[in-house]
């Protein structure tokens, strides 16, 4: 289940909303979640993505979900578009302007199994397992989202699945 939090003290959390997620199937699993607002877009591996409504935090919603031919394991969000890392399905690019009907407006192959995405605009990082050995990171241009743009990659020598960025001054 979701479950929306109010931490007004710090060590004393209260629940004041809760909804239960969109039925999985049995290889399917919440795996990470991205907030944007109002809006919780959920990675859900086999189901894809799903997206809540938490207007009204005592009843959140499905907002809507889209179903892809991969494993989702991870969203971010920046305007009006998801970027998804869908498993063997690679980069996905989701247009969310209507949270209802998300709409897929760009696919982009990457080696391996995409387990990770991080944004940090105008590029976007994603992280691929190839199998037992190491990693792939892969950088694209995302300024059109319609039309991401491969600008680079690093091969590293062991399995991360999952890419932070870190900026040091």
Known sequence: ALRM????????????GTTAPKPLNEFS???RLAVDGNSVYVAAGEAGMHIYDFTRREEPALAGSFETSG??????????????????AGLRVMDITNPARPVEVARH???????????????????TT???GGDTLTVFDIRDPA???KRGSLRVAIQSHQVKLARFD
Not at 5 to 16: A, G
Not at 71 to 88: I, K, N, S
Not at 109 to 127: M, T
């Open 109 to 127: 192959d990457a080696p391996g199994f995409a387990q990770s995405i991080v944004l940090a605009p105008p590029f976007a990082y994603l992280s």
């Open 130 to 132: 190839p199998g037992f």
């Open 5 to 16: 939090m109010r931490l007004l003290r710090r060590f004393r959390p209260r629940l004041i």
């Open 29 to 31: 699993s919440v795996s």
């Open 71 to 88: 494993m989702t394991f991870q969203v971010a969000v920046h305007g009006r578009h998801a970027y998804l890392a869908d498993g063997p």
């Open 147 to 149: 039309k991401p743009v």
